[in-house]
């Protein structure tokens, strides 16, 4: 069965029919689901998801674009949060230079003190890092965060720059751009990476992949981007699912 690695499901996107499509993930091959935080609102609502549904998994952290509204009494709050256990990772976390704000000095340092945190909880990362490449790849290998582990999420960076981030020790998790017919890159992504090293995210309700282009995104549209990959791979699509599934695991340990 497939893992979602990536999903933000507490979004208003979902406000109509949250638990009609939630329990309808087993039914359509979803075995589990990690339900991502990013800012302290989608953190605690991602916590109430895994609470009420057992095969959903929760990440607590402040994505960049959200750290102009952390403080230290908010990052304490973020801490115990991180510690409960249906809670798998740190993320997401990392730099968003897209916008202007906030200031990125700002950005890179909740960045930092979220890897710290990841650090000293003993949990993977996961990484949203958005045209600002080489300032994460920095931070990262400054702080030795691949001794922490997690994944870099809805990679879109080069095939090299990839490679260096395996080489640290991170996964990289593949959505629905390598389905778009202008995603030449990330093919050569898929291509340049070990299928031990990837896995599966939807990043929902955002970026559905082909043919569902352009509508809101569910893990049910994970199956087109098993697919695509098998194809790039030249394997067989179970195979992916198979091994990404058992990254997934291996990755968040459940
Ligand atoms: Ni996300």
Same mark, same amino acid.
């Given at each position: 069965?497939?893992?979602?690695?990536?999903?933000?499901?507490?979004?208003?996107?979902?406000?109509?029919?949250?638990?009609?499509?939630?329990?309808?993930?087993?039914?359509?091959?979803?075995?589990?689901?990690?339900?991502?935080?990013?800012?302290?609102?989608?953190?605690?609502?991602?916590?109430?998801?895994?609470?009420?549904?057992?095969?959903?998994?929760?990440?607590?952290? *402040?994505?960049?674009?959200?750290?102009?509204?952390?403080? #230290?009494?908010?990052? @304490?709050?973020?801490? /115990?949060?991180? =510690? %409960? +256990?249906?809670?798998?990772?740190?993320?997401?976390?990392?730099?968003?230079?897209?916008?202007?704000?906030?200031?990125?000095?700002?950005?890179?340092?909740?960045?930092?003190?979220?890897?710290?945190?990841?650090?000293?909880?003993?949990?993977?990362?996961?990484?949203?890092?958005?045209?600002?490449?080489?300032?994460?790849?920095?931070?990262?290998?400054?702080?030795?965060?691949?001794?922490?582990?997690?994944?870099?999420?809805?990679?879109?960076?080069?095939?090299?720059?990839?490679?260096?981030?395996?080489?640290?020790?991170?996964?990289?998790?593949?959505?629905?751009? *390598?389905?778009?017919?202008?995603?030449?890159?990330?093919? #050569?992504?898929?291509? @340049?990476?070990?299928? /031990?090293?990837? =896995? %599966? +995210?939807?990043?929902?309700?955002?970026?559905?992949?082909?043919?569902?282009?352009?509508?809101?995104?569910?893990?049910?549209?994970?199956?087109?981007?098993?697919?695509?990959?098998?194809?790039?791979?030249?394997?067989?699509?179970?195979?992916?699912?198979?091994?990404?599934?058992?990254?997934?695991?291996?990755?968040?340990?459940?």
């Amino acid at each position: 069965m497939i893992f979602e690695t990536h999903a933000h499901y507490d979004d208003e996107a979902f406000d109509e029919d949250r638990d009609i499509l939630l329990s309808s993930m087993r039914e359509n091959e979803i075995e589990y689901v990690v339900n991502v935080g990013a800012s302290l609102k989608s953190t605690a609502a991602s916590i109430e998801l895994a609470r009420n549904y057992p095969f959903i998994y929760a990440a607590a952290g *402040v994505h960049p674009s959200e750290t102009g509204e952390l403080d #230290e009494a908010g990052f @304490a709050w973020l801490k /115990e949060q991180s =510690l %409960l +256990e249906k809670v798998v990772a740190v993320g997401e976390i990392g730099l968003d230079y897209y916008w202007d704000e906030p200031a990125h000095e700002i950005q890179k340092f909740w960045f930092e003190r979220q890897l710290d945190l990841a650090r000293e909880i003993k949990k993977p990362v996961i990484i949203h890092s958005r045209d600002a490449a080489k300032d994460t790849f920095d931070i990262i290998a400054a702080k030795n965060a691949g001794e922490i582990g997690g994944v870099v999420h809805c990679y879109s960076y080069s095939a090299e720059m990839a490679v260096e981030y395996v080489k640290m020790g991170f996964y990289i998790g593949i959505g629905g751009v *390598v389905t778009f017919k202008n995603g030449k890159k990330m093919k #050569e992504v898929v291509e @340049a990476l070990p299928m /031990e090293r990837i =896995l %599966l +995210e939807t990043d929902s309700p955002y970026l559905a992949p082909e043919p569902n282009r352009g509508k809101r995104n569910s893990s049910l549209n994970l199956v087109y981007i098993a697919q695509k990959i098998a194809e790039i791979k030249g394997i067989a699509y179970e195979e992916v699912v198979e091994i990404t599934s058992r990254n997934a695991k291996c990755v968040y340990q459940i």
